[in-house]
């Protein structure tokens, strides 16, 4: 494993922490190079739980550094509650296990201000985004107009350019919003009483992972949210504000896209969606609200309730082939145990027209209908089955089929949010 890249290949909340978990124990470094506190990933160690937003999961593993990229949207604040959370926990967090790139922007209290109020604005035409400000910081990135972690470090750069950014703020949440203005002293205050603490961390990351793999270290990049979430490739505009699989890492690790050695998706047995947006296979009868309920899918990070339905074929496929996965973990399932019958969506029809690639205009999805087969459930639990050749006959049967389908080898079963609830089959 030179360096291998774990993406979601839904739309995100496939169960990734769990599995960037296992295979940091393989790895050296683990890399976060996209998205910021609005993915929560969740590991599970014996009796404890911990979830993690913005510290990359092999931060439970002694020895690994992890990487927050240039990237990421950060908000600094939410990453030294992590720290200091983990510190109560006894887990080691410093700046020669968590390392921060000085490139990364800044979320500030304005940016979370006006994700609010521009999802307000929308009103039905609202993205569900996570309230989290990552579409504003990284809309302010693109517009040149944005602070960066170096930007905190230094005093006056700080206040020059914080203030230049709240003039501009201030104008939209007072005239356009007609809400109270932000105090740029205040703001200068809380954000800058923080560098202090940031500094032990911060450093020019993608020279340190280039370092790493030039060296012969083994380098893992987390993907964040999932494929259907990418700004450019998902269900825009229903989308995060980032590139969530291998096209990500070139620009969000520094790190060259020709060092990028394997590709791994993770996808659950069936699919959720948090937010609007298009969700082709979903079940919002019965047996959807059963899957919720066995999956306990609600958000980690806002608590909604996730949107549930079927695998679909049709969006793993593209998002494995659109990334060069060489394969992929099917998580979650163990969820479908209690289901006497399993759907999963095999093609759509846009307009008529049977299609089994997915459509790059989300205009044709609106009114899309799939077409699904029916898997016998095994109806047995499976939780306790470490090897392939354990579980139930009807269970492999919906692996193997599924498998075809997608045309991509399942390279690991996850039965279970332990970390030894697992099925290796090629990982
Ligand atoms: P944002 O990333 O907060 O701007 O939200 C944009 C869309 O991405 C919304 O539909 C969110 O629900 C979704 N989203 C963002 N992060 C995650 C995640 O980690 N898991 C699942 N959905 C996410």
Same mark, same amino acid.
């Given at each position: ?7 979601? *290949?839904?739309?995100?909340? #496939? ?5 960037? @978990? ?16 609005? *993915? ?34 950060? @908000? ?7 720290? @200091?959370?983990?510190?109560?926990? $006894?887990?080691?967090?410093?700046? @020669?296990?968590?390392? %921060?790139?000085? *490139? ?55 206040? #020059?350019?914080? $203030? ?11 005239? %356009?919003? #007609? ?135 049709? *969006? ?18 163990d ?31 609106? $009114? /899309?209908?799939?077409?699904?087969? /029916? ?6 639990p499976i939780d306790h089955v470490r090897a392939y050749?354990d579980l139930p006959?009807?269970a ?13 080898? /399942?390279?690991?079963i996850?039965v ?5 609830q697992?099925i290796?089959?090629?990982?």
């Open positions: 494993m030179p360096s291998l890249c774990v993406f979601g *290949a839904q739309w995100g909340d #496939e169960g990734k922490g769990k599995i960037i @978990d296992r295979l940091a124990r393989e790895a050296d470094v683990v890399v976060r190079y996209q998205g910021g506190a609005n *993915a929560g990933h969740t590991v599970v160690v014996g009796d404890e739980t911990y979830i993690l937003h913005l510290v990359p999961s092999g931060i439970l593993h002694p020895g690994k550094v992890n990487v927050i990229g240039n990237g990421v949207a950060l @908000d600094p604040f939410k990453l030294l509650e992590e720290v @200091d959370k983990l510190h109560a926990r $006894g887990v080691h967090v410093a700046g @020669d296990n968590l390392r %921060l790139s000085s *490139a990364a922007h800044v979320i500030f209290q304005h940016h979370q201000r006006l994700d609010a109020l521009s999802e307000r604005w929308k009103g039905a035409g609202r993205i569900g985004t996570t309230g989290r400000g990552i579409g504003p910081c990284y809309a302010d990135k693109a517009s040149r107009t944005g602070l960066r972690v170096a930007d905190l470090l230094d005093p006056d750069r700080c206040r #020059e350019r914080l $203030g230049a950014a709240l003039a501009e703020k201030n104008a939209q949440l007072t005239r %356009l919003y #007609e809400e109270q203005a932000l105090d740029p002293g205040r703001q200068m205050e809380r954000y800058q009483g923080l560098a202090a603490r940031l500094s032990e961390f911060v450093g020019d990351t993608g020279a340190e992972v280039r370092a790493a793999y030039a060296a012969g270290r083994r380098i893992l990049f987390e993907g964040a949210q999932g494929v259907m979430l990418d700004l450019d490739h998902g269900t825009y505009p229903y989308v995060t504000s980032s590139s969530t699989g291998v096209n990500g890492i070139a620009s969000g690790a520094a790190f060259p896209p020709n060092r990028i050695d394997r590709a791994v998706g993770i996808a659950k047995a069936y699919c959720t969606r948090v937010g609007e947006g298009p969700f082709p296979s979903e079940d919002t009868g019965p047996d959807g609200e059963r899957i919720g309920r066995a999956g306990r899918e609600f958000g980690t990070t806002t608590g909604r309730p996730r949107r549930c339905g079927w695998f679909d074929a049709v *969006a793993v496929r593209y998002a494995l082939e659109l990334n060069g996965a060489e394969g992929w973990v099917m998580t979650k399932l969820v479908l145990s209690e289901l006497s019958e399993i759907r999963a969506i095999t093609a759509y029809r846009v307009r008529g027209a049977r299609r089994e690639s997915y459509p790059a205009e989300l205009a044709s999805l609106r $009114g /899309v209908e799939v077409e699904h087969e /029916v898997h016998a459930g095994w109806q047995e050749a006959r009807r492999r049967d919906y692996v193997e089929q599924i498998e075809e389908r997608v045309g991509s080898p /399942v390279l690991m996850s279970g949010p332990e970390r030894d697992v290796p089959r090629g990982l």
